[in-house]
T-cell receptor, first 111, second 116 residues
Framework: AQSVTQLDSHVSVSEGTPVLLRCNYSSSYSPSLFWYVQHPNKGLQLLLKYTSAATLVKGINGFEAEFKKSETSFHLTKPSAHMSDAAEYFC?????????FGKGTTLSVSS | DGGITQSPKYLFRKEGQNVTLSCEQNLNHDAMYWYRQDPGQGLRLIYYSQIVNDFQKGDIAEGYSVSREKKESFPLTVTSAQKNPTAFYLCATTSVRGQGGNQPQHFGDGTRLSIL
């Protein structure tokens, strides 16, 4: 069975410092993996996706993630946080006919 | 503009009442999904439909019902049997039938349901 674990429920950074949101997955086959972002009272927006091509995936707004099969990880990073990055982030793994969502990481950015 | 429209944005339910949440899409996508979001729990799948006049239960279907009479529309009814309906409800679509787990999903802006 497929599952995903987001290792931090809340991450706080200062504006201009790096962001690291951690995600581990479990899958019985080569998975598709996604990161989504959600701003308050809004739907989810796709940041990036991994579908077995390059292991380093670049997304929108300067985010990227690296697929590491040996560590079963798909951590999301950004070199320099911006105030507008404050939101909730979801790591998602493919689950056949539907997606399986992590419980989310809330990113706070202080000035 | 292409997109997914959920209405209403806020909805209140009285005891013993059924309420229906609307989801309309003009993306021409085959598959549509309903998720429930509670704080700290991520998104949980309620129902999904890959084709008109067909739908399947997700992980938490009890107390909910759906219909798919048109490709563009996938309404969700929260019945009185759902004893804890207060949550944020999200509708999503994906373009490829049968590949909803491997393709990105597009989301509406959600409906927040509360109990009166």
């Amino acid at each position: 069975a497929q599952s995903v674990t987001q290792l931090d429920s809340h991450v706080s950074v200062s504006e201009g410092t790096p962001v690291l949101l951690r995600c581990n997955y479990s899958s019985s086959y080569s998975p598709s993996l996604f990161w989504y972002v959600q701003h308050p009272n809004k739907g989810l927006q796709l940041l990036l996706k991994y579908t077995s091509a390059a292991t380093l995936v670049k997304g929108i707004n300067g985010f990227e993630a690296e697929f590491k099969k040996s560590e079963t990880s798909f951590h999301l990073t950004k070199p320099s946080a911006h105030m507008s990055d404050a939101a909730e982030y979801f790591c998602v793994v493919s689950g056949g006919t539907a997606l399986i969502f992590g419980k989310g990481t809330t990113l706070s950015v202080s000035s | 503009d292409g997109g997914i429209t959920q209405s209403p944005k806020y909805l209140f339910r009285k005891e013993g009442q059924n309420v229906t949440l609307s989801c309309e899409q003009n993306l021409n996508h085959d598959a549509m999904y309903w998720y429930r979001q509670d704080p700290g729990q991520g998104l949980r799948l309620i129902y999904y439909s890959q084709i008109v006049n067909d739908f399947q239960k997700g992980d938490i279907a009890e107390g909910y019902s759906v219909s798919r009479e048109k490709k563009e529309s996938f309404p969700l009814t929260v019945t009185s049997a759902q004893k804890n309906p207060t949550a944020f409800y999200l509708c999503a679509t994906t373009s490829v039938r049968g590949q909803g787990g491997n393709q990105p999903q597009h989301f509406g802006d959600g409906t927040r349901l509360s109990i009166l």
